[in-house]
């Protein structure tokens, strides 16, 4: 099934960064990038990976043009449903960044409706921190997030809060936590 609703896409994505990200304190960071407008919100519906690594290109020039600060969420919604094809996707942009020298400038974050960290069940509630309503890449400028981190009173107690809190729910508010817009069990 191809998505070519962006709108939707898009809005579908800011709803579950106000609701789940922002709402649940998810990444402490986010509010202040949503209130101050720069956080970025790029589709590509095409399922090519030329065109979507091209796209991750533009959108690395784009983010870093806009502030300082700023940050790039490019949704996908056509093509990596499946979360193997979508790291294997991951892989070759992490590449394309080392490649263009940009490590170290720019980092990749990975959000997917199906993610799986290592070493966990499906069905782990500490992967619902990083399941969004489509596959993306979260782009993020290295600096700005060196500065959130400095200010920041705990960082490395942010996984942790961040699991406690979605152990504490039940399965269904899990998947309420993705699925407001849509239903990932039909997959």
Known sequence: MHNHDITNVEASTLSWVNRVVVGLNLCPFANAVVKSNDLLIKTEISDDITLVLTTLVDQCDAV?????QATMLLLLPNGFDDFNDYLDLVDLAEALLDDLDLQGVLQLATFHPYYQF????????ANYSNRSPYPMLHILQEAAVEQAVEKHPDTDGIPQRNIDLLQAMSHDELNLLVNHEMNLNDH
Do not use: G
């Open 64 to 68: 870093q043009r806009v502030s300082a």
């Open 118 to 125: 290592n070493d966990t069940d499906v069905d782990d509630a």
